[in-house]
C-alpha cells in the first residue's frame, strides 16, 4: 500500500503546477486525503484536505483561492492545482490519507505529529524568479 506524489518541479512566480497523489494498494474511498508541505527549517504545513466520504474540502488560510484538491475515482489519484504561485509556497509537498477526519484535522493542527495511515515520500516544489 502506497502513496505516490508526482508534478513537483521549478515554476516562476506566479506560475502554476499540478501535483498528484496515487494510490495503490488500497482505493481512496473511504479516506480523507491530505496535502502537506513542509520548507527548510520549518514546520509541517497542512495545505489542503479532501474528505471522500461526503466531498468536503479544507484549505488553509495561506493557500486559500489559489489551490483546487480535487479526486479522480477512476484512476485513484487526488490532485492539488496550485496557481497563482508564491516564493513562499516552496516547499516539499506530501500527500497522506487516513480513514479518520479527526486524525487527518489533528494532524493539521499538531505539525509534529505523524498518526495519518499513510504518507508519500513528497515532490519539491520551488517557486523562483
Known amino acids: 500500500f502506497q502513496l505516490v506524489e508526482s508534478g513537483g518541479g521549478s515554476v516562476q512566480p506566479g506560475g502554476s503546477l499540478r501535483l498528484s497523489c496515487a494510490a495503490s494498494?488500497?482505493?481512496?474511498?473511504?479516506?480523507?486525503i491530505g496535502w502537506f508541505r513542509q520548507a527548510p527549517g520549518k514546520e509541517r504545513e497542512g495545505v489542503s484536505w479532501f474528505n471522500s466520504n461526503d466531498g468536503t474540502t479544507y484549505y488553509a488560510d495561506s493557500v486559500k483561492g489559489r489551490f483546487t484538491i480535487s479526486r479522480d475515482n477512476a484512476k485513484n489519484t487526488v490532485y492539488l492545482q496550485m496557481n497563482s504561485l508564491k516564493p513562499e509556497d516552496t516547499a516539499v509537498y506530501y500527500c497522506a490519507a487516513d480513514l479518520s477526519i479527526a486524525t487527518m484535522k489533528r494532524s493539521f493542527s499538531i505539525p509534529q505529529i505523524r498518526v495519518l495511515d499513510y504518507w508519500g515520500k513528497g515532490t519539491l516544489v520551488t517557486v523562483s524568479s
Open positions: 494498494g488500497f482505493t481512496l474511498d473511504r479516506y480523507v
